[in-house]
């Protein structure tokens, strides 16, 4: 019924993805900041949240999700942002890549490289959509750095090649880190380095950084979404600066949808 508020459509439920998100904390306080007293935020994983806009935008019925940017979804679909007055989801956000307190001293070559990694939400955007397009996560990965040997010369600037040392990289499964994290263990593997990838969840990705279990993570997004676990294990990590400038966090919905804002969840 188009006479129902998008509350009573949606059942009073955003979309969102794995509990342990920046994303899905900011919601919460979303929730909280403009008194959406009646509203719930689902949680699920990205496959999930991304399968549900699929199916509500072939049906188009309202839904609304945690989105971000990069991300291929808005390549796919006509979305937007919801306004957030409040400035919830923080402004100027970018990726950082951080590593284990030690590691620096225990791989000066390999910290050099992982400190000189930068690029653009564009190049970050081209590998999700070759996976998202089917290409497998390394071959998308490989695909970019062939194409890309000018960065890649920037990255790799005063580096060493080695034999078959080891870096461990951990991350999350979600599209942009999946991209990134390929496509610095596909960097380093040219180098000569062994690569080991580990998919955690994200509170894990931190402790296991923090512990050493991991070296390194390209994959925080500061300085809000991830700020609760920088401050927790700040004692044992160190932040190498952003690798990526220009990313946004809110909540995103279909353009068909009338609404604009966060305020307009609350009628
Ligand atoms: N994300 C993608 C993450 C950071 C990268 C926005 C889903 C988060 O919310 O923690």
Known sequence: DKNKSVGDQTNHTITGIDPGSGIMKATDKVIKDYNLNDWKVQSGSE????ASLDKAIKNKKPIIITGWTPHWMF????????????????KNEEIHTVINKNFAKKDPNATKF????TWSPEDMGKVMLDIQNGKSEQNAAKAWIKANQDKV???????NKVNGKTVKLAYVSWASEIASTNVVAEALRDLGYKVNLEQLGAGQMFAGLAKGSDDAIVAAWLPSTHADYM????????????????TKLGLVVPKYMKINS????KT
């Open 47 to 50: 496959a999930t949240m991304t």
């Open 75 to 90: 390549s796919k679909y006509d979305l937007k942002y919801l306004k957030d007055p409040k400035g919830v989801y923080g």
């Open 114 to 117: 992982l400190d000189q990694f």
């Open 153 to 159: 010369k920037q990255w790799t600037n005063g580096v």
């Open 231 to 246: 401050n927790e294990f700040k004692n044992k990590l160190t932040d190498l600066g952003p690798n990526l400038k220009g």
């Open 262 to 265: 966060i305020e307009d969840l």
